[in-house]
């Protein structure tokens, strides 16, 4: 945190941020789909990787040398479309057609459809897998470049992914981060204690706000257990976010992949969607939209800038 | 008289001499795939990856977009029933260059029953968009086969078997995609197959001539895509159509007949295959001649059909 009064180093990123946020919640609200509360929370991570810590290149999406990146947790891909439009893959206004026909802006992933996609995602649990080949593959040819992969923690109840983790432990894939955007709330989940742990705005459901975190241990000692080095951040503070990617891109830091376990918060950046699993996949009425453009401080024109 | 799976893995380790960008990803079955005679000649480009066949065929589609030409090894059954999701959204959705070495695919897979025959594996994959599929008969058509998918781009489902098969061609073979094989000439009925189950329908035609009965065999090694016009001008001399196939009877090369004749010549066509059921742990010769696979049952059957005998389910 900074001082009142002084600059944010990270100015620029949470600039970013914050436009992202907006620009999902505008544009789930114009398709009536898509998803708000994992794309909330994964956006400050997706902001950091796209404007500060992947190696690409917009204007040349296959570049060979590029690090890849995978969004594993396919369902917030309009997260990942309203960071890649403002880092200048395609223009801002095609997120209007996100979800709609021809479109390349698919509900889930499309690597077939969009360039910069490193891979077709939306089934839960399968692109650390990908993720393990690139790695493997960059090895392979001597590519000094770096993979990163997306996962959700709900998404970590598939088994698949474990058997990811272990086969990247094998082959010492130093190469390979995979960061956890550990909001602990899924699309249905379990829930909390009734009455007291309920938190406002969960009311709809009258078993709790669906809080209970699946029985996953110690996420931390588990990746650590299968021979993984484990960063565990606020996935909030671009300055944990961007140390955590540095640390784990340092060449001579051994031969284990890097987990990052980014603690979040669903929903995050707006006051009437923060920890509610409800807003995984809502679409927001006029009335909340135009609610996020005045705490997000977006004019009335909605657009960004 | 070789297995395919042997010569799948020799000629792999063959190609691999000069083409670099080869890889066999294992999920520990490579002593009975014989991957592992890939392993001993390329350690460094063959990559254990463990019973866990779902992140295998990820990390294929991984290795593939850095430009590998990577084939998989385990049983049919693992990868088109275990991993359908990873190789449907991984491979054939986004068009991997990923190559599926589906060995003991069929019901003959050395008594080892229902958990891993793959009798529906072509139904499953013939009905995945973007996905080649290939069955070859015996050792030069599976030699060819592996050849032409290492260097076409894009997904390709080989479907190997276990055992040695008799050959049906020679080292003169060349695979042309979609092609099918007129492998006898008969007036009375025309026998349609496909994967060594070929070699089992010329046996049949033969013993159906010493009754005086004509029947012709088409070999059918592209079940997708396949040349439909050739299937029909194949057809077109016979009054009695059978498919035969170590496969369901739904889905497969029955399956793929039915449309192409229903669409283009309406014709009787009998199928003969797993009258939808499991297999079991059994002999080859017992589970031949119980889904009526056996020389001597298509015989049979064929005899019966011409007679317009109601049809006799297999028991």
């Known amino acids: ?75 917030s891909a309009i ?70 992969v997306m996962l959700g923690d709900g998404e970590c109840q598939e088994g698949m992914v474990w058997e990811s983790v272990a086969i990247a432990a094998r082959y010492r894939l130093a190469n390979l981060v995979a960061i956890v955007d550990d909001n602990g709330l899924q699309q249905y989940g379990w829930p909390a204690a009734d009455g007291p742990g309920a938190r406002d705005g969960a009311r709809d459901d009258s078993r709790g706000d669906r809080s209970e975190p699946w029985p996953r241990g110690n996420l931390r000692a588990v990746f650590e257990g299968f021979g993984w080095r484990v960063l565990e951040i606020d996935g909030h503070d671009f300055g944990a976010i961007l140390g955590a990617c540095a640390h784990a891109r340092e060449a001579g830091a051994g031969k284990r ?49 | ?85 990873q190789v449907r959204l991984l491979v054939a959705q986004p ?11 069929g019901l003959l897979t050395g008594l080892t029953g229902k958990t891993h025959q793959d009798v529906q594996d072509l139904a499953i994959m013939r009905a995945m968009p973007g996905m080649t599929v290939l069955a070859p008969g015996d050792e030069f058509e599976c030699a060819a086969m592996t050849r032409w998918a290492t260097d076409v781009a894009g997904p390709v489902y080989l479907r190997l078997t276990r055992d040695p098969t008799p050959p049906l061609f020679d080292d003169t073979y060349r695979f042309e ?65 059978v498919s035969v196939e170590e496969h369901s009877v739904l889905g497969g090369l029955g399956g793929l007949l039915g449309e192409i004749l229903t669409t283009h010549l309406p014709r009787r066509l009998v199928r003969i295959g797993l009258e939808d059921c499991w297999g079991e742990s059994a002999p080859n010769d017992f589970l031949l001649e119980k889904h009526g696979l056996s020389a001597a049952r298509i015989t049979e059957r064929v005899m019966l059909e011409l007679q317009g005998t109601p049809t006799r389910r297999n028991a």
């Open chain 2, 177 to 241: 995609l979609g092609r099918v094989y007129p492998l006898r000439e008969g007036r009375d009925a025309l026998l349609i197959s496909t994967g060594p189950q070929t070699s089992r329908c010329i046996e049949a035609a033969d013993l159906l001539e010493v009754s005086g009965i004509s029947a012709g065999v088409l070999h059918v090694p592209s079940i997708k895509p396949v040349d439909a016009s050739a299937v029909v001008a194949a057809a077109l001399g016979s009054e009695l159509l």
């Open chain 1, 257 to 305: 992949p890097t987990a990052i376990l980014a603690h979040t918060v669903k929903g995050r950046g707006l006051s009437f969607t923060e920890g509610i699993h409800a807003w995984h996949a809502r679409i927001p009425t006029p009335d909340e939209l135009a609610a996020a453009r005045v705490e997000l401080g977006i004019d009335a024109s909605g657009e960004p800038q």
């Open chain 2, 1 to 85: 008289m070789r297995s395919q799976r042997e010569t799948w893995a020799d000629t792999l380790t063959e190609l691999a001499a000069t083409n670099e960008e080869v890889l066999v990803l294992d999920g520990d079955l490579g002593t009975s795939t014989k991957a592992d005679v890939f392993a001993r000649r390329h350690p460094d480009r063959f990559l254990q990856m463990g019973i866990a066949e779902q992140n295998m065929v990820g990390v294929a589609a991984g290795l593939a977009s850095m430009g590998y030409v990577p084939w998989l090894s385990s049983f049919a059954v693992f990868l088109t029933h275990r991993a359908l999701d």
């Open chain 1, 1 to 75: 945190m900074t001082k009142a009064g002084a600059p944010s180093p990270h100015a620029d990123l949470e600039e970013r941020a914050r436009v992202g946020r907006w620009l999902v919640m505008r544009t789930v609200a114009a398709s009536g789909a898509g998803h708000i509360g994992g794309p909330m929370s994964a956006m400050d991570l997706l902001t950091a990787l796209y404007f500060a810590v992947l190696n690409i290149r917009p204007d040349e999406p296959d570049w060979p040398d590029r690090d890849r990146f995978i969004l594993s947790k396919g369902h």
């Open chain 2, 95 to 105: 068009g991997a260059n990923v190559k599926i070495g589906a060995g003991y695919a």
């Open chain 1, 79 to 148: 997260g990942l479309y309203a960071v890649m439009a403002q880092r200048g893959y395609f223009p801002i206004d095609e997120l209007a057609t996100f979800d709609k026909g021809d479109s390349r802006l698919q509900g889930h992933p499309d690597m077939t459809r969009l360039p910069g996609l490193d891979a077709s995602t939306g089934s839960l649990g399968q692109g650390l897998a990908v993720g393990v080949g690139i790695a493997l593959g960059a090895r392979l040819r001597g590519r000094d470049l770096r993979t990163f």
